[in-house]
């Protein structure tokens, strides 16, 4: 079983996640699959970037949930601890400039951060990021993916039509099972180091697909096939795509 190979926050290893540059660098590498994250601003706008606050990943500081989309937009999202000033041309996305570019040219993944889930059920970010899933007509071409199972299971009312996969970090192969049956989904992530045949088996027995992540060496995706994975989310698709396609 050769798995898909999911660019995980875009083409990370080589360029700064979660930006437009990113999903590039990844669909000139073959990605049909590319991953990425969101969170809300204080205004109520779904923008793509990892982490609750800017500092990591771009020149700026403070908490997204604390700003306004355009104080957001205003700093750099290049990246600089880890490039410096090479992208420093780079904006966070917002999610619907990020389904308008892989549109037509590969599927979206989105995990939905815990950090934005909040008590609205109605108004929140699900339902502003399933809008603009279907604003783009997406619908078949988007998988929302969460840890937090509240958003889950939002999204399975709200868009039933729009695949969910839930992710989890740690967990025995039972929760999973019971994780996925209470959101009705048909993929489940967990992280690498949860893989076991006794997952592997029972989520077969479920009519399951597994996907897991960061799996950045061939070595190590060849290691991880006795789990007949649905996926990998790789920082380097390429290197896992070159791999897949010419085993030897």
Known sequence: MVPLVIAHRGDSAHRPENTLSSFASALEVGAEVVEFDVQLTRDAHVVVIHDAQLERTTDGRGSVREMT?????????????????????????????????LRDRSKAMIEIKADSVTEDDQGGIEALTVEEVRRAGMEKEAVLISFDRRALLRCRAMAPEIMRGHLFARAEPGEVLAGAREVACELVMPEKGMLSDELRDRAREAGLKVATWVVDDPEELTFLARFELFGVGSNRPGVLLDAVRDPA
Do not use: N
């Open 69 to 101: 989309l355009q104080e957001v937009r205003a700093v750099s999202a290049g990246y600089p601890t880890r490039f410096g000033d090479r992208f420093r041309g780079e904006r966070v996305p917002t999610l619907a400039e990020a389904l308008g570019f």
